[in-house]
């Protein structure tokens, strides 16, 4: 049975949260949501299953750093700090870009992101300062995942260590939704 935080993932290892349905019980409170990311995002790493046949993009579960985290002090802020969709709407979060992402949040129709364009978003436990877990995309060159509109997705901890990362299945699902290159406008 899939819990109201966890939902199965592609690769064998700690669940990613779930963030696009409403969980099938009551939310917890705000410490509870941030100790459950804390605790899955120290588990040990477990051997990864392959990345489906139908995406060349590769699927992995480690604790590698991420090769982006010593420029995550030079993104821009985009987006006001929010209540974010992602952890099953309990925490708060900020979208920062790099500059390859500048025309992120006001695409349009047609306009898509260079590969290289990244976005990160910041989930904060409700008045702390401190963020509990980090979501990233990564819009990488033409062919990493054409169904994905070629995004990679990263769960990372605070200090940008990799969790998970790929054409993460659960993180594509909500995205095709998006109404512009995979991209929604930020936290609501």
Same mark, same amino acid.
């Given at each position: 049975m899939?819990s ?5 993932s /592609?690769s064998?290892g700690a669940p990613?949260?779930?963030?696009c349905a409403?969980?099938?019980?009551p939310r917890?409170q705000?410490d509870a949501?941030a ?5 899955s995002?120290?588990a040990?790493p477990?051997?990864?299953?392959a990345?489906? /046949?139908?995406s060349?993009a590769?699927?992995t579960?480690?604790?590698s ?12 802020i985009a987006?006001g700090?929010?209540?974010s969709q992602h ?7 900020e ?9 992120y ?5 047609g306009?898509?992101?260079p590969?290289?364009?990244?976005l990160?978003?910041f989930h904060?436990a ?16 033409a #062919?990493?995942d ?7 997705y990263?769960l990372l901890?605070?200090?940008?260590r990799v969790h998970h ?6 993180c594509?699902?909500c ?6 290159d995979?991209l929604?406008g #930020?936290?609501?």
């Open positions: 899939v109201s935080t966890e939902a199965p /592609a064998v990613l949260p779930l963030g409403p969980p099938p019980r917890a705000h949501s100790a459950w990311i804390g605790r995002l120290a040990e477990r051997a990864t299953a990345a489906p /046949a139908a060349a590769p699927l579960s480690e604790t750093t991420w090769e982006l985290v010593a420029q995550l002090p030079g993104f821009k987006t700090r929010a209540r952890f099953t709407g309990e925490l708060e979060a979208v920062r870009i790099n500059a390859a992402a500048e025309p949040p006001v695409l349009g129709p306009r898509v992101l590969s290289g364009a990244a990160v978003e904060y409700a008045g702390s300062s401190e963020p509990v877990a980090l979501l990233a995309m990564v819009k990488r060159p #062919g990493y054409p169904e994905g509109g070629d995004w990679e990263l901890t605070p200090q940008g990362r790929g054409a993460l299945a659960l594509k699902r995205h095709a939704d998006a109404p512009h995979h929604f #930020g936290p609501r």
